[in-house]
Each structure stands twice: as structure tokens, then as C-alpha cells.
T-cell receptor
Framework: EAQVTQNPRYLITVTGKKLTVTCSQNMNHEYMSWYRQDPGLGLRQIYYSMNVEVTDKGDVPEGYKVSRKEKRNFPLILESPSPNQTSLYFC??????????????FGNGTRLTVT | GEDVEQSLFLSVREGDSSVINCTYTDSSSTYLYWYKQEPGAGLQLLTYIFSNMDMKQDQRLTVLLNKKDKHLSLRIADTQTGDSAIYFCPSGGGADGLTFGKGTHLIIQP
């Protein structure tokens, strides 16, 4: 089944403890992206990647890192999480571009709580 | 201003039609999309319209596009409880991806 898989679905951690949220897609998509969703703010893009080894900042990149060593994987890394990073995170992918001529496919989300 | 503007809430009675409106600024994408997010779930593509069309019908869904005014609407006929969700109409598309607004919460009254 074609899908975007995020892990874990739920994560509770403490301030400053490094964590990684994994994202994998099995559709051979070139484009991948991370969003966070907060009440009253909608979805905001954190980072995106047009292809392997190519990553760029979105609207809210501070406090996050990403890597794209392989086409299928796009992990989101929080080196030193803080409570303001408590949010619902979504990974998305598309064949090429970011929704220009094909839609984004979303994972089921990762709910992160930083205490 | 916002890249995408939608009403935050829409309340309709079960069986009535729902119309969700969206005004966007960036019209560079080949397609315009409607996404649905059910409680506790991710975003799923609901329907889309080619940017050169002005209407698309897909079962209970009708999408209207006024490209001149940059206005997109989604009509859901015979609204059901399963339609209760947040609906997004992202704009943009390309290297920096789609821009999502806050979405419209569709509330179904029995």
C-alpha cells in the first residue's frame, strides 16, 4: 500500500533531550516536507526537500534539523527540544514539486509533548 | 495578509448542503486541492480541480473555482455526520510546497 509512515505516533519527552521523528514513503517520491499543526495557527512548514541531499527551510525551521540521505526517508531531528515545540507534526511527500502538479500525501501525524 | 483565508467554523444540519469558501493569494499551482482532516487523523486529499477549470463534480462534492477572484469553494451535498472534519484549501505549490491556512471546522448538527 502506498503510504507515508511516521514514527512514533505519540511521544512525550523532557526539555533538552534529543529526539528524532522518522518519516518514510514507499512511492518513490522526490519531494518530502515536514509541517507542524498548532491550534489557531493551522499548518506551517518546517523544512522541505526537493530530492536526495537537497533540503531547505520552510516557515518555522528554528530548533529543527532534517536530513535526506535516501529518497524514501526524511527524519525530523530536535537537538534540544523545548516546550514550544509541543505540537502535532506531519510528514508529507509528492512525486515532484510540493503540490504544483501533484498533491501532497500525508502521514498520520506524530503528537509530541515536551515537558 | 494570510496566503489562504477561510472561515474558521461552519455549522450545518445533517442532510443540508455545506459550502466552504476559500480565498487564496498564490495561484501558481496546476491544481487546487481540498484536504480533509478527521479528528485525530492526518490530512487526506478529498478532491482537486485543475486550475483551468471552473467546476468539478465528484459524487456529493462540487468544487467551484473563480480564478479571477482567486476564490475556491467546496460544496458537500446531503451532509452526513462523517463529514465532520477540518477542511483545508492550500495555496501555492512548487519548491516551497503548499501553504495551509487554519482550515474550516465543519460541525454537523443532528
Amino acid at each position: 500500500e502506498a503510504q507515508v509512515t511516521q514514527n512514533p505516533r505519540y511521544l512525550i519527552t523532557v526539555t533538552g533531550k534529543k529526539l528524532t521523528v522518522t518519516c518514510s514513503q514507499n512511492m518513490n517520491h522526490e519531494y518530502m516536507s515536514w509541517y507542524r499543526q498548532d491550534p489557531g495557527l493551522g499548518l506551517r512548514q518546517i523544512y522541505y526537500s526537493m530530492n536526495v541531499e537537497v533540503t531547505d527551510k520552510g516557515d518555522v525551521p528554528e530548533g529543527y534539523k532534517v536530513s535526506r540521505k535516501e529518497k524514501r526517508n526524511f527524519p525530523l531531528i530536535l537537538e534540544s527540544p523545548s516546550p514550544n515545540q509541543t505540537s502535532l507534526y506531519f510528514c508529507a511527500s509528492s512525486p515532484n514539486g510540493g503540490g504544483y502538479n501533484s498533491p501532497l500525501h500525508f502521514g498520520n501525524g506524530t503528537r509530541l509533548t515536551v515537558t | 495578509g494570510e496566503d489562504v483565508e477561510q472561515s474558521l467554523f461552519l455549522s450545518v444540519r445533517e442532510g443540508d448542503s455545506s459550502v466552504i469558501n476559500c480565498t487564496y493569494t498564490d495561484s501558481s499551482s496546476t491544481y487546487l486541492y481540498w484536504y480533509k482532516q478527521e479528528p485525530g487523523a492526518g490530512l487526506q486529499l478529498l478532491t482537486y480541480i485543475f486550475s483551468n477549470m471552473d467546476m468539478k463534480q465528484d459524487q456529493r462534492l462540487t468544487v467551484l473555482l473563480n480564478k479571477k477572484d482567486k476564490h475556491l469553494s467546496l460544496r458537500i451535498a446531503d451532509t452526513q455526520t462523517g463529514d465532520s472534519a477540518i477542511y483545508f484549501c492550500p495555496s501555492g505549490g512548487g519548491a516551497d510546497g503548499l501553504t495551509f491556512g487554519k482550515g474550516t471546522h465543519l460541525i454537523i448538527q443532528p
